[in-house]
T-cell receptor
């Protein structure tokens, strides 16, 4: 049963600390998305990769957020330094090469910045 | 501007009754439309999609959705609701203005509708 995996599932940190979230997309999928979900803003697209190349990261605060895909099996989202307003659930999703737009979501990383 | 609207923040339905969760869209061209469900503390799960063809599409867990081009709507329906259907439902449309000509475009997401099924 192929699934998107994310680590860690929960992270509590203090303001100013670096946070790294990891995602393993479904094997063979060529598109990876990072989303943030909050009660106030709903679901926001942060970044979007195809074949490991970043296509759109306009939703991401550039001064503190960065997203990379060092290889086809790993996507990372880093926040440095973290702030309390970054507290949210961060989702990774992947999409198949032959798909029509379906996205397969991981379980999310719940981040709390104190 | 491209947009998706889910006009109801919450829908309450008694178990066994039919349910409808509404979605309207505003995009240029022919939209690809999707419904996703999110159970508590879980990621979103794909339910169904409309690409072309029959306006009534069937998906997982007994859900179906009806595409209505003249009303620019894609409402989610189920004939008989279950308590286990209680969740957050998102409508989404594939952005036809994306410059990329292959699959896996970005999706434009609705704000979500909380569905509560009461026993």
């Amino acid at each position: 049963d192929a699934r998107v995996t994310q680590t860690p599932r929960h992270k509590v940190t203090e303001m100013g600390q670096e946070v790294t979230m990891r995602c393993q997309p479904i094997l063979g999928h060529n598109t990876v998305f990072w989303y943030r979900q909050t009660m106030m803003q709903g679901l926001e697209l942060l970044a979007y990769f195809r074949n490991r190349a970043p296509l759109d990261d306009s939703g991401m605060p550039k001064d503190r957020f960065s997203a990379e895909m060092p290889d086809a099996t790993l996507a990372t989202l880093k926040i440095q330094p973290s702030e309390p307003r970054d507290s949210a659930v961060y989702f990774c999703a992947s999409g198949p090469r032959s798909g029509e737009g379906e996205q397969f979501f991981g379980p999310g990383t719940r981040l709390t910045v104190l | 501007a491209q947009s998706v609207a889910q006009p109801e923040d919450q829908v309450n339905v008694a178990e066994g009754n039919p349910l409808t969760v509404k979605c309207t869209y505003s995009v240029s061209g022919n939209p690809y439309l999707f419904w996703y469900v999110q159970y508590p503390n879980r990621g979103l799960q794909f339910l169904l999609k409309y690409i072309t063809g029959d306006n009534l599409v069937k998906g997982s867990y007994g859900f179906e959705a009806e595409f209505n081009k003249s009303q620019t709507s894609f409402h989610l329906k189920k004939p008989s609701a279950l308590v286990s259907d209680s969740a957050l439902y998102f409508c989404a449309v594939r952005d036809p203005t994306s410059p990329y000509m292959d699959s896996n475009y970005q999706l434009i997401w609705g704000a979500g509708t909380k569905l509560i099924i009461k026993p």
